[in-house]
């Protein structure tokens, strides 16, 4: 590979540094991203990924931006893409800065990865600014609610650039992106299926046979936590929730349990207008009169340290099924653990594995690809997720709409960027992950969020200029939240129609970046 290569060699204690000082500072102005070619054989530990730090310095090295990243470790030459958002500062470094040194290293041990072994390398190519492939833009929504399908919601009128327009009336999901000529994909929580206020089995059937959706997974249980812990409720997090000993106090009088620290319960059980409670059980012994150990109960939180304990799911949301404490127990001897939750990542991926074979079993096209639930990411749901076998990831929003975000890349490549600092997970709402290469993450707004129609206007406007992947989550569809949807979708065709952007599917998204490797 000559001179377009740099080869590094693993050393057991992260020494492997590459540093270069160009001939003349590097102008960063309006540069968003930087992209290279990138490889690491399979590793002999097994691990999927090998970890990267990428260092660039305005002034060597007092004043640098920091991005942490993962190669996958398969033998295989990807295209990584690393947006300018996803460095940290040190000493006062902006993205902007001029760029006078720049240093690759292999990773430090810091965000949970085994370093490279001696005999181990990876490998990256030349280092461009600003690389960009077609744009390419997707519908999706979350949680088969029956507004997607079914369940008809009155909206205004609205008139877009685009030429299309909606009549005031009452319209499902569905018929809103057929409106504008689109295919969606939806991501499905499989034990709602069929539920009070969610989609049937043949109601999804029907948007993926006769309309071409892809029905993709979310979530079975779906478990919920408070700073988005979502999946992660089921491992080491959802085990230690409330440890033996992690109880203060127990009010017997008012039926309210507190604890030493956070417990993360959600304040409600309610989730985008379906019943979704909390689902816990005791440990320990010397329980409260009548609690008893290994029951299913559900929480509600009064505080983030004090919850209500209750019988039922519903219960819960609408503070009915209330378990009467007779006596306080020995608040040094039990604990609280998230239902079937492990210290490891097994139940998180037997969560995985029972969606995929239910939407397996039902005939769903887009079991292999996957939504965090509650955008929620550790080194243990990754490890599941890989196990589970799925071929795509997608998350949620994570950077300013029309600055840029650390979630924006370039089409049909590989992402690499470090969204937050510790993908080890030590408590509630410490989400963040070193999003790795085969997680194929496109950016997400919420259209049913606090983004407004000129928002998403923008971000798809800026998606396209740069020639990024992005899209869109939406939950129930509400007269509210309309306008904001129609807005995207209106937008998407304007830029379609214009030859600038492919709408697409996951699974059609997934073909094109597989055409890539």
């Given amino acids: 590979y000559g001179a377009y290569v740099a080869q590094f060699d693993g050393t057991g204690t992260a020494g492997t540094i590459y540093d270069h000082t160009p001939a ?14 990138a490889m690491s054989p399979v590793r002999p530990s097994g691990e999927h990924f090998t970890p990267v730090k990428f260092m660039l310095a305005s002034t060597a090295w007092t004043v640098f931006g920091t991005s942490v990243f993962t190669i996958r470790a398969d033998g295989q030459w990807r295209y990584y893409v690393m947006p300018m958002a996803s460095f940290a500062a040190t000493g006062g470094w902006v993205a902007t800065n001029d760029i006078v040194a720049f240093r690759i290293r292999e990773g430090d041990g810091t965000d949970g990865r085994t370093l490279l072994a001696v005999g181990e390398s990876f490998y990256i190519s030349t280092i461009r600014k600003n690389p960009r492939g077609r744009a390419v833009g997707m519908v999706r929504f979350d949680d088969n609610l029956i507004s997607l399908h079914t369940t008809p919601v009155a909206i205004n009128a609205f008139t877009g650039d685009s030429g299309v327009s909606i009549a005031a009336g009452s319209y499902t999901a569905q018929q809103l992106v057929t409106a504008f000529g689109f295919k969606a994909t939806a991501y499905v929580l499989t034990d709602t299926i069929g539920g009070l206020g969610f989609e049937t089995v043949s109601s999804l059937r029907d948007l993926q046979n006769n309309y071409g959706w892809d029905i993709a997974f979310q979530a079975k249980a779906n478990p919920l936590g408070v700073s988005n812990s979502g999946i992660r409720m089921l491992g080491p997090i959802g085990y230690a929730m409330v440890p033996v000993g992690g109880v203060a106090s127990v009010d017997a009088a008012a039926n309210t349990i507190t604890c030493t620290a956070a417990h993360g319960v959600l304040a409600t059980g309610n989730a985008s207008g379906g019943v979704q409670g909390f689902p816990v ?3 320990g012994t010397d329980l409260p009169a009548p609690l008893v150990v290994g029951t299913k109960y559900y929480l509600s939180a009064t505080s983030t340290t004090v919850f209500k304990v209750h019988t039922t799911a519903l219960g819960s949301v609408t503070a009915a099924d209330i378990v009467d404490l007779t006596t306080a127990g020995t608040t040094a001897n039990f604990g609280v653990r998230y239902w079937g939750s492990a210290n490891d990542y097994s139940a998180m991926l037997a969560e995985y594995q029972g969606g995929i074979a239910y939407m397996r079993a039902n005939g769903f096209n887009g079991y292999e690809h996957y939504a ?80 407004t129609a000129a928002d998403v206007r923008t971000y798809v406007r800026v998606i396209t200029a740069r020639g990024l992947v992005g899209g869109n989550y939406h939950h129930a569809l509400t007269l509210a939240n309309a306008p904001v949807l129609l807005a995207y979708l209106d937008e998407l065709k304007v830029q379609s129609d214009r030859g600038l952007m492919d709408v697409m599917t996951i699974t059609e998204f997934q073909k094109r970046v597989e055409a890539s490797v």
């Fill in 281 to 283: 059980e005791f440990i």
């Fill in 372 to 451: 965090l639930n509650q955008g929620a990411w550790d080194i243990y749901s990754e490890q599941a997720a890989i196990e589970a076998g799925f071929k795509t990831c997608w998350t949620i929003e994570t950077g300013a709409v029309a600055a840029g975000s650390g979630g924006w890349r370039v089409a049909a490549y590989e992402c690499a960027f470090d969204i937050a600092g510790n993908p080890t997970p030590t408590t509630f709402g410490g989400t963040g992950c070193t999003y790795a290469g085969w997680v194929n993450l496109p950016s997400a707004i919420q259209t049913d969020g606090t983004p």
């Fill in 24 to 37: 003349a500072a590097v102008s960063m102005t309006d540069v968003n991203s930087i992209g290279f070619w």
